[in-house]
């Protein structure tokens, strides 16, 4: 028997499951549009006006954004080094060491930069 063919049975069938999903609630929903379903939701507040070309966000929001991801990335890397570091040897342990401080060295230079105060 093919490897494949359990993935394909599988991809097969959350794709029935999506087709049927998404046509179930076609035919079940309610079809009354007004204002409010097509209106904004802000945590239950009136939503803002936007100006005509969108809004500018800062770029604190962007650079934070960007440092959550670094974060996560990193966290990504340390758990199966740190599940594994007994089969690693040394060699391991200086290379995630220069990762870790090679992090915290961009970290440091945003924190001196001012990217993390909100005025």
Known sequence: ???YVPIVI???IAAGFVAVSVMTSVLVGPGRYNRAKYDSYECGIEPTP???GGGR???KYYITAMLFIVFDIEIVFLYPWAVSFDQM???ALVEMVLFVATVFLAYFYVLRRGGLEWD
């Open 1 to 3: 028997m093919n490897p």
């Open 10 to 12: 599988l991809l097969a």
């Open 50 to 52: 936007q100006p005509v």
């Open 57 to 59: 966000f800062p770029v």
């Open 89 to 91: 040897g040394t060699f």
